[in-house]
């Protein structure tokens, strides 16, 4: 083992974590600080973090949501900057937009903060739990709640714009949203009753809607991406799907058992499942590869080069060969990874499902 890898080895160890290095050994980054951001609590058995880090490439700052409802900014370095109280759990990414961070939290509110000092600008209380990363786009900010609305707010002063609310699907559902995707004017929503529709960005009316998940127990749409005029999704009662981004028009449907998320990755779809995570033919669905997950569906999967990052749940967080699936590392906190980790050149912030903030050097 190189001395890099060993050293990073026995500092997560040190930490109660593993460092898991299936196949031939390959370094791919090195651990450079980790911190502990939050307390265990008496009786916490599986805990769990969806939120996330995200980067800011102008003040070099990272901001990170975490279940105890705090959000922080911290310096390359690992040193905090900024903390910022909410009154219930971040569930998913913050996001940056020029000077100002907008947070969605499990309280029901959209904060916008000041990236720099962590001071509050404004605060929208939509009144239902908000689990999406906050989209930016058109002068509004778009966020989607655990029940089936989407919020459109004045990006500069937070005044509500409209929602759309749809009525609850009967019996039960995963609790999974899919952030809302932007693009040519229209704003990109997927629900639980398992529909995908485009709404007008600047008013929220309906441009088109259609069902994209099979009959199944649990017809959520959980995750959306757009590439040209082609947008996809993934349909938790089993399939993939590719329709036409300007009409709705179905392109292509791949059937696969609890599709959780999907990215847009060169040359290929990159579909993750219950079961496996597997690379389509953006334009007809044909199987490129698949391997099995061994982890459960968590955040959103990132393309970094030519490497894919899965983050696995209790699998840990999954280093990929892009062009053939092979695993080559699996970074696992002691506690798995189920947020999207947050990008910088060279660079990736990971938050562990104890809370733990890794920082990561990339090859």
Known sequence: MHGLALAASLALAAAGASWKLP?????????RWQHALVAPELGEVHPGEPGGPV??????????GTRDGVLRALRPDGSLVWRFEAGGPFLAQPAIDGDT?????GDGRLYALAVGSGQERWRYDAREALATRPTVAGGLVLVASLQDTVFAVDARGGAW???RRKEPREGFTIRGVAAVVPGDGLAFVGTSDGAVAALDLATG????ERQAAPAGAYQDVDSLALSGGTLFAAAYSGAVVALEAATGKPLWQVLTPDASRVVVAPGALVAVTGASVMALSPADGRVLWTVPLEGTPAGQPLVVGRWLLVPAGGGGLRFMELAAGRTIRVLDPGSGVSATPGLAPGQAYVLSNAGRLLALDLE
């Not at 196949?23 to 651990?31: F, H, K, N, Q, W």
């Not at 980067?55 to 990170?64: H, K, N």
């Not at 961070?101 to 939290?105: F, G, L, N, P, T």
């Open 23 to 31: 196949g031939a050994p390959r370094e791919l980054y090195r651990i």
């Open 205 to 208: 009316a309906v441009r088109w």
């Open 55 to 64: 980067f800011d490439p102008v003040s070099r700052l990272v901001v990170v």
């Open 101 to 105: 961070v907008y947070a969605a939290c």
């Open 161 to 163: 714009k409209w929602l």
